[in-house]
């Protein structure tokens, strides 16, 4: 069993940055795709990013690429999002997740993912 705990969510204007943090505990992240999902209320979960723990490829939705960064730790066991020139649009409830996974892509889908953070919020203000 994974736990996972998001931290740095806030409020920021346009152009701004915030880094996200998502602390694992239970177990090492180690076998594992972790990624971050946004949700705004009436929209569907969407995917942010993702990469698997071990290293490699990342991955980025279109909307948030050349803009965020998706890193992780491995002494600290925790994943990051760094969100650089933040836009209204970007306003949000992010979600870190993860599950066990040995495979060449990363699971891009939220429904792919069994272990989820509470969420933290972003606001963006123009």
């Known amino acids: 069993q994974v736990q996972l705990v998001e931290s740095g969510g806030g409020s920021v204007q346009a152009g701004g940055s915030l880094r996200l943090s998502c602390g694992a505990s239970g177990r090492t992240l180690i076998s594992s795709a972790v990624g971050w999902f946004r949700h705004v209320p009436g929209k569907e979960r969407e995917f942010v990013a993702a990469m698997h723990w071990s290293g490699g490829s990342t991955y980025y939705a279109d909307s948030v690429k050349g803009r965020f960064t998706i890193s992780r730790d491995n002494a600290k066991n925790t994943v990051y999002l760094q969100m650089n020139s933040l836009k209204p649009e970007d306003t949000a409830v992010y979600y870190c997740?993860?599950?066990?996974?040995?495979?060449?892509?990363?699971?891009?889908?939220?429904?792919?993912?069994?272990?989820w953070g509470q969420g933290t919020q972003v606001t963006v203000s123009s």
């Open positions: 997740a993860a599950k066990t996974f040995w495979g060449q892509v990363v699971p891009q889908n939220s429904y792919e993912y069994n272990y």
